[in-house]
């Protein structure tokens, strides 16, 4: 069973950066993608970023694109939002997310996703 583990949310001022983690653990194999995703209060889901394990192919969301960056540490079965310049609107539930299909729809749509994390908060305020 793919278990996703988030740590690393908390409040920083606006304009400040924040290190999320995601360890996962129980893949069977390298075919699938990992993927974060947001939802802010009132708003639904969206996904933020996301790294096909298979190829290192990564996906950002227009929001995200020159701010945030996601990376893996597979020594540690690890993968990483770091988050700079950060906003207001970033404020949400970050979740951490398997896409478990091998076809990388789950870094577009959230219904290819099988597993997701209990997700960790991050408030952004002046």
């Known amino acids: 069973e793919v278990q996703l583990v988030e740590s690393g949310g908390h409040w920083v001022q606006t304009g400040g950066s924040l290190k999320l983690s995601c360890a996962a653990s129980g893949f069977t194999n390298d075919n699938y993608a990992i993927a974060w995703f947001r939802q802010a209060p009132g708003k639904e889901r969206e996904v933020v970023s996301c790294?096909?394990?298979?190829?290192?192919?990564?996906f950002y969301s227009d929001s995200a694109k020159g701010r945030f960056t996601i990376s893996r540490d597979s020594a540690k079965n690890t993968v990483y939002l770091q988050m700079s310049s950060l906003k207001p609107e970033d404020t949400a539930v970050y979740y951490c997310a398997a896409d478990l299909t091998g076809t990388g729809y789950g870094c577009y749509d959230q219904s290819a996703i099988g597993a997701w994390g209990q997700g960790t908060q991050v408030t952004v305020s002046s």
């Open positions: 790294l096909k394990r298979s190829d290192g192919t990564t």
